[in-house]
C-alpha cells in the first residue's frame, strides 16, 4: 500500500496545531464539573468588563475571605447530604456560636477558652440533632428547622438585643494572611481537604456514600449507620462552629442577624450547585468548593453592580432552584 492511499484511507490531513487543538477540546470533555467551571469563567469575563474594581488584588482578597466562612459550613454539609442528611440549623449554630464567643471574651475570658467552649457547644448541638434525627425517625429538616429556630431564640438572648465586640487578638487571626493567602482562606482550604481526602479514600467516606445510596444495604454490610450519623452530624455542627469563629474574627463583633438562615441557604445552594444529591447516595467536595466560589462572585458582582440586596437574596433563591431541580432530573437519567 502507497503512503497516497494511506492518506486518502485515513481522511484529510491534521496539522499539529490542529490535533493539539483537538487534544485540548477533547480533554475538557474530562475535566471535572465544566459546567460549573465554564459558568465562572463567563461571569468573571462579565464583570471584568463591566466594573473597573473586580480584578483588583484588595477586591479578590475580600470575595476569598468571605466564602471561607461557607466554604467551612458547606465542607461539612456535604459529607453528611452524601450520607442522606441534612441539617438546616447550622446558619443558626453559627449565629449562637458568634454570641457566646464574643460574650465570653467580654466577660474576660481567654480567646482560647471561648473558641474551645465554642467548638464543643456546636458539635454537641450537631450531636443532638443527630440522635433526635437518628432515633425518632423524625425527617431531618423538621429536627432541624426547629433547632435553628431555637438556636435563634437563644443567639438573640445571649446577645439582649445588642452588639459585643471582641478583642484585637481574634481580629488579627481573621484579618491576617501567610504567604499572601488569607489566613480565613488557609482555614477552608485545610477543612475542604481533609473533608475531600476522608470522602474519597477513606472507609468513613465510602461508608457514608453507601449510607446515602441505600441504608438498609448499608445496614446489612455491617456498616453501623447509626453511630456514623452521629459521627456526621456531630461533624457538621463543629465545622459550623468553626465558621462562626472565622466569622467573627473577620468582623469583630456579634451582632443579632450574624449567620442564620441567609448564610445556612448560601452552604446548602453552593453544596447542591456542586453536584451533591439532596437524596444522598453522590456528593464532591471539589464541586461544593466551586459552589462556594461561583455563589461568592456572583454575590460580590451585585455589590460592585450595586444591585439591592434584596436582588442578591432572590438570585441565591432561584440558583438553589434550577440546582435542585436539575439535580433530581440527573437523578432520573442515573
Not at 94 to 108: C, E, K, P, R
Request: aromatic fraction near 4%; charge should be neutral.
Amino acid at each position: 500500500m502507497t503512503v497516497k492511499s494511506t492518506a486518502a484511507h485515513r481522511g484529510p490531513a491534521v496539522s499539529d496545531e490542529d490535533s493539539a487543538a483537538l487534544r485540548f477540546l477533547r480533554g475538557l470533555r474530562h475535566v471535572p464539573h465544566q459546567g460549573l467551571l465554564a459558568v465562572l469563567v463567563l461571569i468573571v469575563l462579565f464583570a471584568s468588563v463591566r466594573t473597573d474594581t473586580f480584578l483588583t488584588s484588595a477586591n479578590l482578597l475580600n470575595v476569598l475571605q468571605q466564602v471561607s466562612v461557607t466554604a467551612v459550613i458547606a465542607g461539612g454539609l456535604t459529607l453528611l447530604m452524601t450520607a442522606g442528611g441534612m441539617d438546616f440549623s447550622l446558619g443558626s449554630t453559627v449565629s449562637v456560636v458568634t454570641a457566646v464567643a464574643a460574650q465570653l471574651i467580654d466577660d474576660g475570658h481567654g480567646t482560647g477558652t471561648a473558641v474551645i467552649v465554642c467548638l464543643l457547644l456546636s458539635a454537641v448541638i450537631g450531636l443532638v440533632n443527630g440522635l433526635v434525627v437518628t432515633y425518632t425517625k423524625v425527617a431531618p429538616f423538621v429536627v432541624t428547622l426547629a433547632t435553628a429556630t431555637l438556636l435563634d431564640g437563644v443567639a438573640l438572648l445571649v446577645l439582649n438585643g445588642m452588639s459585643i465586640s471582641i478583642g484585637e487578638h481574634l481580629m488579627e487571626l481573621g484579618s491576617g494572611s501567610l504567604l499572601g493567602l488569607p489566613n480565613l482562606m488557609i482555614v477552608a482550604l485545610l477543612v475542604l481537604a481533609v473533608t475531600g481526602v476522608a470522602m474519597r479514600y477513606t472507609t468513613f467516606g465510602r461508608d457514608a456514600f453507601a449510607i446515602g445510596g441505600n441504608e438498609d444495604v448499608a445496614r446489612l454490610s455491617g456498616i453501623n449507620v447509626n453511630r456514623h450519623k452521629l459521627v456526621l452530624y456531630s461533624l457538621g455542627g463543629a465545622l459550623a462552629g468553626l465558621a462562626g469563629i472565622m466569622l467573627l474574627a473577620r468582623l469583630g463583633a456579634s451582632s443579632p442577624g450574624t449567620g442564620g438562615l441567609s448564610l445556612q441557604l448560601t452552604a446548602v445552594a453552593a453544596v447542591v450547585i456542586g453536584g451533591t444529591s439532596l437524596e444522598g447516595g453522590r456528593g464532591s467536595v471539589i464541586g461544593t468548593a466551586l459552589g462556594v466560589v461561583l455563589l461568592g462572585v456572583v454575590a460580590n458582582v451585585l455589590n460592585l453592580l450595586q444591585i439591592p440586596s434584596y436582588w442578591q437574596l432572590i438570585s441565591v433563591g432561584a440558583v438553589l432552584l434550577v440546582a435542585a431541580v436539575a439535580n433530581q432530573l440527573q437523578r432520573r437519567r442515573h
